[in-house]
């Protein structure tokens, strides 16, 4: 389990405005890998694919003028705690955004499954998805679907949380970066004994998977490591212990990939 420590940290994380600066800081990188490839000056028809909870990314993307869609499961109509919790979490994000509040009519969130998208065939310019594509199961299917959905010349632009990374197994902590590990649990361990067990569902696929079956369907233009954590744990023993895993791997917490549907 998390940190029970995690919860406060958070808390402030938000409240502090971190968590929104991080989100502008990776739109601002995304905007930067399309600008040679898409303008993004006028209003484009995007889709946030696994669009999570607090939908950061449809939101800023959406205030800045373009038409955007989210899926995801989570976006069905529920009042738990939980989703009371979010939806608080939620308008922490848009204040901090200074953006108003978003009329429930214009909202335009979907409920569905990732791998068969309840749209058209060329719907859309582009396609973003952070931090989603390690819960797909089927990721073949998913990548299949999000090159019918996009126009001859569109793009994806994908951020995927590694397996391979120290916080892959989503065990350790949900407050980033990793500062800390629990007691008794050694860095890597999802890799290794795995005694931490997992909460979610996780493909484990490597970096070279990603990459793959992405060219299968697309043409790629750009992959890189966003952001790296674990670095002081990573021990010249421990390196030799995960040998079968590059350096790369084991410490690139977010991959990039940006590709283009031909056409």
Same mark, same amino acid.
């Given at each position: 389990?998390? =940190?029970?420590?995690?919860?406060?940290?958070?808390?402030?994380?938000?409240?502090?405005?971190?968590?929104?600066?991080?989100?502008?800081?990776?739109?601002?990188?995304?905007?930067?890998?399309?600008?040679?490839?898409?303008?993004?000056?006028?209003?484009?028809?995007?889709?946030?694919?696994?669009?999570?909870?607090?939908?950061?990314?449809?939101?800023?993307?959406?205030?800045?003028?373009?038409?955007?869609?989210?899926?995801?499961?989570?976006? /069905?109509?529920?009042?738990?705690?939980?989703?009371?919790?979010?939806?608080?979490?939620?308008?922490?994000?848009?204040?901090?955004?200074?953006?108003?509040?978003?009329?429930?009519?214009? /909202?335009?969130?979907?409920?569905?499954?990732?791998?068969?998208?309840?749209?058209?065939?060329?719907?859309?310019?582009?396609?973003?998805?952070?931090?989603?594509?390690?819960?797909?199961?089927?990721?073949?299917?998913?990548?299949?679907?999000?090159?019918?959905?996009?126009?001859?010349?569109?793009?994806?632009?994908?951020?995927?949380?590694?397996?391979?990374?120290?916080?892959?197994?989503?065990?350790?902590? =949900? $407050?980033?970066?990793?500062?800390?590990?629990?007691?008794?649990?050694?860095?890597?361990?999802?890799?290794?004994?795995?005694?931490?067990?997992?909460?979610?569902?996780?493909?484990?696929?490597?970096?070279?998977?990603?990459?793959?079956?992405?060219?299968?369907?697309?043409?790629?233009?750009?992959?890189?490591?966003? $952001?790296?954590?674990?670095?002081?744990?990573?021990?010249?023993?421990?390196?030799?212990?995960?040998?079968?895993?590059?350096?790369?791997?084991?410490?690139?917490?977010?991959?990039?990939?940006?590709?283009?549907?031909?056409?």
């Amino acid at each position: 389990m998390p =940190f029970l420590s995690d919860y406060p940290r958070y808390a402030l994380q938000m409240l502090r405005g971190e968590r929104s600066a991080g989100e502008r800081a990776q739109l601002a990188d995304l905007q930067r890998d399309l600008a040679a490839c898409i303008d993004l000056s006028y209003p484009r028809d995007i889709l946030d694919l696994a669009n999570g909870r607090l939908q950061p990314q449809y939101a800023l993307l959406k205030a800045t003028g373009h038409r955007v869609y989210g899926i995801d499961y989570v976006n /069905r109509p529920a009042h738990s705690k939980t989703d009371l919790a979010y939806l608080v979490a939620r308008q922490i994000y848009r204040l901090q955004q200074g953006l108003p509040p978003e009329p429930r009519q214009q /909202r335009t969130l979907v409920c569905g499954d990732v791998g068969r998208l309840p749209f058209p065939d060329a719907a859309f310019d582009l396609v973003v998805s952070a931090a989603a594509f390690e819960h797909f199961l089927d990721v073949p299917a998913v990548v299949a679907d999000l090159h019918r959905v996009l126009r001859p010349g569109g793009l994806a632009w994908i951020a995927v949380h590694l397996f391979s990374c120290i916080t892959g197994g989503h065990n350790l902590t =949900f $407050t980033y970066p990793v500062n800390a590990l629990p007691v008794g649990v050694e860095p890597w361990d999802h890799l290794r004994s795995r005694c931490q067990p997992f909460t979610v569902p996780l493909n484990e696929w490597r970096k070279d998977q990603y990459v793959a079956e992405f060219a299968h369907h697309l043409e790629l233009i750009k992959i890189y490591c966003r $952001t790296r954590e674990g670095e002081q744990w990573l021990t010249p023993a421990l390196e030799a212990e995960l040998s079968a895993y590059t350096r790369d791997e084991l410490t690139c917490g977010q991959l990039v990939i940006v590709a283009r549907k031909t056409g």
